[in-house]
């Protein structure tokens, strides 16, 4: 199990260090009624983190080619090459000033001041539908507890400590709001304002840091 959390870090890391969820997150907070809203939008997110483990889950638990250790081993270090690959292309399209794939169109941003709870929970479904980063991070946890050939039991808690982890930068404000809600305005105001200055330079040196990192483990893992 240490072997696997050890693993699970750098997935943990790239899956919440995306600039995006947060600022969400925070305008969420800020608009009327946010914290209601702000538990939805994570909501929707977690669902779709559970509902991949379990499908998929079931689909490495079946599979020939994941069913021995070296087969196990391939599809990893496969999925982290992907990924290293997809974050260094968004560190590329960062730099020229470009969208990235997998960020909610400029319009959309704007309606998050505004929605209801209900449909921050929808949005956030289908956000995390439509961000291939964010399920090669989590087919990447996957493979990583299927190399590991845990029981059951465990299978299930390492995944979920994935999960955690992947959620920890926006449950965070959520949790200050929650038991603090005076202090918090002004933390997630000023939160909220660095964000979206430093959005893209975030973005390029953390696809960068941990693209270089996937690319190195999958190479190194396929030629192993």
């Known amino acids: 199990m240490n072997i696997v959390i050890t693993e699970f870090i750098p997935l ?9 969820w947060t600022i969400i997150v925070l305008l969420l907070l800020k608009s009327e009624g946010g914290l209601l809203k702000a538990v939805a939008f994570v909501s929707g997110q977690i669902l779709v983190r559970l509902t991949q483990g379990l499908a998929f889950g079931l689909v490495f638990g079946s599979s020939e080619a994941a069913s021995t ?8 270090s496969t999925l982290l090459l992907v990924l ?3 974050l260094l292309i968004t560190a590329f399209l960062k730099w020229r000033k470009q969208e990235d794939p997998d960020a909610p169109p400029p319009k959309w941003m704007t309606m998050f001041s505004s929605v209801s709870a209900g449909r921050a929970f929808l949005l956030s479904i289908g956000l995390m539908l ?13 493979g990583v507890i299927r190399e590991a050939e845990l029981e059951r039991p465990e299978n299930i808690i390492a995944y979920l400590i994935f999960v955690f982890g992947a959620q920890l930068l926006v449950l965070v ?3 200050i709001t929650a038991v603090a809600p005076r202090q918090a305005s002004h933390l997630l105001a000023a939160g909220s304002d660095w964000l979206e200055r430093n959005n893209r330079t975030i973005v390029v040196a953390v696809s960068v840091v941990f693209g270089a990192y996937f690319i190195f ?3 190194s893992g396929l030629l192993g």
């Open 217 to 219: 483990k999958g190479i």
């Open 173 to 175: 404000p959520i949790v």
């Open 84 to 86: 290293g690959i997809l």
């Open 69 to 76: 250790e070296q087969g196990a081993a391939i599809i990893v």
């Open 12 to 20: 943990m890391l790239g899956a919440a260090l995306v600039p995006v």
């Open 130 to 142: 439509v961000a291939a980063k964010q399920w090669v991070f989590t087919l990447g946890a996957l």
